[in-house]
C-alpha cells in the first residue's frame, strides 16, 4: 500500500466519540498515519455542543461506553452531561490521541482523484488534504434543526437553540416558550420550569415517556464494579435492558409483546404524573411505542402541574417581535424563546456534512436522492473508493451507539488490514453486494413497528423523504457478528 503523494493515510472527519473510537481501534492495530478534523474547538461531539440544563445519557452509563475502557466511577445510573464530555476527554488523552486532532477545521469538500485512488478534501482554512483513506465520523446529534415558521427572524427577545444553549441567558423571572418535545425538551423543561415566570410549551406531537431506572451511584456501588465480575454483569444487565427497550421492541414488533408492555407502563406513568385530565389526555401520544424516539424522565410529565407552566398543542401561526400566536390568534408573550426542534439527521446536508464526490464525479447526496439512502452493512457505498462512514443508512439498530461505533469499527479495519496485506491502494464495495444487502434490508423490515398504521401520526425523524427507515432491522448480537464475517469478496482491492 502506497502512501506516496497524501498529507495522511486516513483522515477521519469528526472528533466525537465515533471519531475518538475509530483513532483508539487504528492506533492498536498498526494504523499509525491519521489525522481527526473537527469544527468544534474540543473533543465529544454531541457532548461538547449539548450543554443545555439537565443534558443526560438516556440509556444506562454501562452500556454508553466503549467496552475496553469502561469507567467505574459514573456519579448516576444515566451520566450526566458533563462526565460524558470529561470521559471523551480521558480517552483522548489516555490513548495519546490530541497531538492528531484538528481543531476549529470544517471540511466543505472531498472529491476522490481516480488516477492516485486518494481523497482531496476541502476545508475552510483554505487549505486542501489529501488522504488514502477517509472515515466520517460526524455523528447525527450537533447540527441543530431550525423550524420554519413565519417570523421567527422578527423575534425581538433572546432566540436559542438547546445544542447551543445560550448560559449567558438568565431565565430567573422570565417568560419562556420551548418549541418541540423531543428528547432534548424532556430534559430541559423540569431544569427551567421552578426559574421562570412561565413556561409555555409548544407541542406538536406528544412523547412516550417511560420512567427512567435513574439512581445516583454511591460509593460502595462504584467500589462494586471493581470487583472481578463486577463490570461485566453490571453491563450485561445493562445491554440486555437496553436491547429489551428498543432493538428488540422496535424490529420485532410484530412478533414480540416488548412494546406493548412497553406502553401499559408508559400510560401508568403518565396517569400517576398528571393531575388534570385535559393536560393528561393532550399527553398521551396516539401511535405505538417506538414509531419515534422514546424518552425516560420521572420528572418531565410532573411538570405540567405546575401552576406556571403551560402545554400550548394548537399548531403555531407565526413568531411576533414579541411572542408566538397560534393559529387561531392567540399570542403568548414571551421573552425567551428555546428551540428544542432536534436535529439534521438522515437529510441532505447531514450525511456526510460535506459535498463528497465519487468516481466520475458522482454526488452522494444526489445519488441518495436517486436510489434512496442505503449503504453496505451501514459502511460503505459503491462508487465511493475508500470511504468509510461510522454512521451509514442501516448500520445503527437502536442501541447504544458505542455498540454501533465498535461493530463498524471492526469492519473498516477488516477492510484495511485486507488491503495492506494486498497491498491495495483502493477499497471498494461491488454494486451487486451493496445491491443484495439493501434488498435484504428492505425485506425485513416487514415485522418492524414503524410500519404500524399509527406511525403515520408520529412526526418521527426517522423517516427519511423516501418514506423508508434506514434503521437496521437486526438484533445487535447479529450486527455485531456480521461486523466479522461479511465475505471480503464483496469489496475489490486493486
Not at 238 to 244: C, G, I, L, P
Not at 295 to 324: C, H, K, M, Q
Amino acid at each position: 500500500m502506497s502512501t506516496n503523494g497524501i498529507d495522511h493515510e486516513i483522515v477521519i472527519v469528526g472528533a466525537g466519540f465515533s471519531g475518538i473510537g475509530v483513532a483508539i481501534e487504528l492506533r492498536k492495530a498498526g494504523f499509525d498515519d491519521f489525522l481527526i478534523i473537527d469544527e468544534a474547538d474540543g473533543v465529544g461531539g454531541t457532548w461538547h455542543w449539548n450543554t443545555y440544563p439537565g443534558v443526560a445519557v438516556d440509556i444506562p452509563s454501562f452500556s454508553y461506553q466503549f467496552s475496553f475502557e469502561q469507567r467505574t466511577d459514573w456519579s448516576r445510573v444515566y451520566a450526566p452531561g458533563r462526565e460524558l464530555k470529561a470521559y471523551a476527554e480521558s480517552c483522548v488523552d489516555k490513548y495519546e490521541l490530541r497531538p492528531r486532532i484538528r481543531f476549529g477545521t470544517t471540511v466543505v469538500g472531498a472529491d476522490f482523484d481516480e488516477q492516485a485512488d486518494r481523497w482531496v478534501l476541502h476545508t475552510t482554512d483554505g487549505d486542501d488534504l489529501t488522504a488514502r483513506f477517509v472515515i466520517s465520523a460526524t455523528g447525527v446529534l450537533t447540527r441543530p434543526k431550525l423550524p420554519d415558521i413565519p417570523g421567527i427572524e422578527t423575534f425581538a427577545g433572546a432566540t436559542m437553540h438547546t445544542s447551543r444553549w445560550d448560559h449567558d441567558q438568565d431565565l430567573r423571572g422570565r417568560r419562556v416558550a420551548i418549541i418541540g418535545t423531543g428528547a432534548s425538551a424532556v430534559q430541559v423543561i423540569p431544569e427551567i420550569a421552578s426559574r421562570v415566570e412561565h413556561l409555555t410549551v409548544f407541542q406538536r406531537t406528544p412523547i412516550w415517556c417511560l420512567p427512567r431506572p435513574d439512581l445516583p451511584l454511591p460509593l460502595p456501588a462504584r467500589l462494586a464494579l471493581k470487583v472481578p465480575g463486577g463490570r461485566a454483569v453490571t453491563r450485561l444487565v445493562s445491554q440486555t435492558y437496553v436491547e429489551v427497550t428498543f432493538p428488540l421492541a422496535a424490529h420485532y414488533h410484530r412478533s414480540l409483546p416488548t412494546a406493548a408492555i412497553g406502553e401499559r407502563a408508559g400510560l401508568a406513568h403518565l396517569r400517576r404524573q398528571v393531575k388534570d385530565p385535559a393536560v393528561r389526555a393532550a399527553l398521551t401520544p396516539k401511535y405505538a411505542l417506538g414509531c419515534k424516539r422514546p424518552s425516560f424522565s420521572n420528572d418531565y410529565l410532573s411538570t405540567f402541574n405546575r401552576s406556571n407552566v403551560t402545554l400550548e398543542t394548537g399548531p403555531i401561526g407565526e413568531i411576533t417581535a414579541t411572542g408566538v400566536r397560534t393559529a387561531d390568534g392567540t399570542e403568548q408573550r414571551v421573552d425567551v424563546l428555546i428551540l428544542a426542534t432536534g436535529f439534521k439527521v438522515m437529510e441532505s446536508g447531514n450525511m456526510p456534512t460535506y459535498d463528497l464526490h465519487g468516481i466520475g464525479g458522482r454526488d452522494l447526496e444526489t445519488w441518495w436522492d436517486e436510489n434512496r439512502l442505503q449503504a453496505y452493512e451501514g459502511v460503505s457505498v459503491p462508487g465511493f473508493p475508500n470511504f468509510f462512514s461510522i454512521i451509514g443508512p442501516y448500520g445503527y439498530n437502536g442501541a447504544s451507539y458505542f455498540t454501533l461505533i465498535e461493530n463498524q469499527t471492526r469492519h473498516i479495519l477488516r477492510c484495511l488490514r485486507h488491503a495492506r496485506t494486498r497491498d491495495a491502494d483502493r477499497i471498494e464495495v461491488s454494486e451487486e453486494a451493496n445491491d443484495r444487502f439493501f434488498r435484504e434490508m428492505l425485506a425485513r423490515r416487514g415485522g418492524q413497528v414503524f410500519w404500524d398504521e399509527s406511525c403515520v401520526t408520529a412526526n418521527s425523524y426517522y423517516f427519511d423523504k423516501h418514506g423508508d427507515v434506514p434503521l437496521r432491522p437486526s438484533s445487535t448480537v447479529e450486527a455485531a457478528w456480521r461486523s466479522t464475517h461479511f465475505p471480503l469478496t464483496d469489496y475489490v482491492f486493486t
